[in-house]
């Protein structure tokens, strides 16, 4: 036959009632009916077998046996309350491991610049980078956090909206030097254009012109396997291509890229998420870094707020 086993709210609302002297002092503490802590301790007695408490008219007191189990409760519930307060600091600590991707592009122009304020604020915290163009898979390639402008997947994931964003063309200002800059979105014909090897050779670029929506397809020159890619050929001079707003930024800022068609710029906005699986989410490490990610997306990657 199995041995009885008590259960630990039981065995408090027994201690409880003895320091209290009083099963309805024990019951207001707890917030809870008189009722149910003398149903708590019923179940204690018929499980064990034996009387564990004196009624009288100045109170509860312990029978022999009840003062030996209320000694043996005060030690194992003392035990299971460091345990909890144990795993409850650990739930909120930023510890262990994140694995995080994203396109290189974003992780070298956006992630990169921001490791050092996130390792001082999560000392404990242990980054791992997983630079790729393609939209990985969460479950198969062990990801945390993926940060992403679409959410067009299988995978049953969480998103948080990091902030909003515009693509721009962009060229260098030698070559704009050496073969001009368009006036309008029909001169594009005349120049070398830089697009990505997932588009293929005919891309179609948006545009605004008098108030309505112009198209204009062009055929590349040059195609680049990633983003990041394409950026470089851009300030190298290589033509004209499209780079979001943010990845541009610096450069424009420094000079070595120049924002061409402004005037004609469509004003689409493309929103980045932070995805992760749901079982992931919850993790204080994962939290941790969708937080400051979502903070870094305001102050440092001049997102637009979602």
């Given at each position: ?16 009632s003895?320091e209290l ?17 003398s149903?708590?301790i019923?179940r ?6 034996i009387?564990l408490?004196?009624?009288s ?8 046996e009840?003062?030996e ?7 194992v519930?003392?035990r299971?309350?460091?345990?909890a ?19 290189q592009?974003?992780?070298?122009q ?5 490791l050092?304020?996130l ?13 790729d163009d393609r939209?990985v898979?969460l479950?198969?390639?062990g ?13 049953a994931?969480?998103a948080r909206?990091?902030?909003s ?38 891309v ?15 055929t ?8 990041a ?7 190298a001079?290589a033509g ?8 541009a ?5 420094a000079g070595a ?14 929103t980045?998420y932070a995805?992760s699986?749901?079982?992931r ?5 994962v939290?941790?870094?969708?937080a ?9 990657w ?5």
């Open positions: 036959m199995r041995a009885f086993l008590p259960d630990p709210v039981d065995l408090r609302w027994l201690v409880r003895l002297r009083s099963f309805s002092a024990a019951a207001r503490e707890m917030n809870v009916a008189v009722s149910v802590v149903r708590g019923d204690l007695e018929a499980g064990f077998g009387s408490l004196r009624r008219t100045h109170g509860l007191s312990a029978t022999p009840g003062a189990l209320v000694q043996g409760a005060r030690e519930l003392g299971l309350d460091e345990m307060a144990s795993f409850d600091k650990r739930r909120h600590h930023v510890a262990g491991a994140v694995r995080l991707a994203s396109s592009e974003i992780c070298e956006l992630i990169v610049p921001q050092a304020a390792r001082e604020r999560h000392p404990a915290l242990r980054i791992e980078l997983v630079a939209v898979d479950v198969t390639d990801i945390d956090v993926a940060l992403r402008t679409t959410l067009g997947n299988s995978e994931v969480v909206e990091l902030g964003f515009e693509r721009r063309l962009y060229a260098s200002p030698d070559y704009l030097r050496r073969h001009g800059s368009p006036a309008e979105p029909a001169d594009l014909h005349r120049h070398q254009t830089v697009t990505h090897t997932a588009q293929g050779p005919d179609t670029w948006a545009f605004r012109q008098a108030g309505r929506k112009l198209d204009v397809a062009v590349s020159q040059l195609a680049a396997s990633s983003t890619l394409l950026h470089r050929a851009l300030l001079g004209i291509g499209m780079l979001s707003q943010p990845m930024a610096a450069d424009e800022r890229l120049v924002e061409v068609l402004k005037p004609f710029a469509p004003r689409k906005p493309y980045l995805v699986l749901p079982n989410r919850k993790a204080s490490r939290q941790a870094v969708i400051f990610m979502q903070q870094a997306a305001r102050k440092s001049g997102l637009a707020p979602a």
